[in-house]
T-cell receptor, first 112, second 118 residues
Framework: KQEVTQIPAALSVPEGENLVLNCSFT??????LQWFRQDPGKGLTSLLL?????REQTSGRLNASLDKSSGRSTLYIAASQPGDSATYLC???????????FGSGTRLLVRP | DAGVIQSPRHEVTEMGQEVTLRCKPI?????LFWYRQTMMRGLELLIY????????DSGMPEDRFSAKMPNASFSTLKIQPSEPRDSAVYFC????????????????FGAGTRLSVL
């Protein structure tokens, strides 16, 4: 059974710092992996999607990497801003499945 | 596009009452998902529809929960009777699955319905 774990559960950093969020999954047979952002009281917004054949994806100040063999993904946020404060969730799509298996998220606070 | 639209945004009801949550997916999307989010269990998939047909309802917790998708632009999730442990945020998401069967898979989420059962 696929399980997704995110560490740390919460993170507080000063503005301008570069930071890394971690996601690990137990079964390397995945179709893709997605990172989402969730703001309080709102839905999820897809940030980056990495196909199983890819190693990384970049969007602006965000860079996500994928190492299938070790069951790990990282989300790198450069030059963090207070507006980046949110909960970040990673989700794995197992092979041949439409389902997304979500981690419990990392709650990020960027202090001005 | 207005995105996935859910209503109501908040629902407070008493135990035993029927609750109906509504979702309008993004136009042109043919896959629809209902999720439940709680502090204890995180985000869980309840049911998945493809082309208005329920494909997998294994996540529906009990017979008190039912979901329908009468057409491509509307879905409901009903809880009857509701219980305090059903209190959660319920999300609807939609995506587009290609005709070749390869799921493009970026799911677009609605803002959710926060349900409180007293």
């Amino acid at each position: 059974k696929q399980e997704v774990t995110q560490i740390p559960a919460a993170l507080s950093v000063p503005e301008g710092e570069n930071l890394v969020l971690n996601c690990s999954f137990t079964d390397s047979a995945i179709y893709n992996l997605q990172w989402f952002r969730q703001d309080p009281g709102k839905g999820l917004t897809s940030l980056l999607l990495i196909q199983s054949s890819q190693r990384e994806q970049t969007s602006g100040r965000l860079n996500a990497s994928l190492d299938k063999s070790s069951g790990r993904s990282t989300l790198y946020i450069a030059a963090s801003q207070p507006g980046d404060s949110a909960t970040y969730l990673c989700a794995v799509r197992p092979d041949s499945s439409y389902k997304l298996i979500f981690g419990s998220g990392t709650r990020l606070l960027v202090r001005p | 596009d207005a995105g996935v639209i859910q209503s109501p945004r908040h629902e407070v009801t008493e135990m035993g009452q029927e609750v109906t949550l509504r979702c309008k997916p993004i136009s042109g999307h043919n896959s629809l998902f209902w999720y439940r989010q709680t502090m204890m269990r995180g985000l869980e998939l309840l049911i998945y529809f493809n082309n208005n047909v329920p494909i997998d309802d294994s996540g529906m917790p009990e017979d008190r929960f039912s979901a329908k998708m009468p057409n491509a632009s509307f879905s409901t999730l009903k809880i009857q009777p509701s219980e305090p442990r059903d209190s959660a945020v319920y999300f609807c998401a939609s995506s587009h699955r290609s005709l070749q069967g390869r799921n493009i898979n970026i799911q677009y989420f609605g803002a959710g319905t926060r349900l409180s059962v007293l």
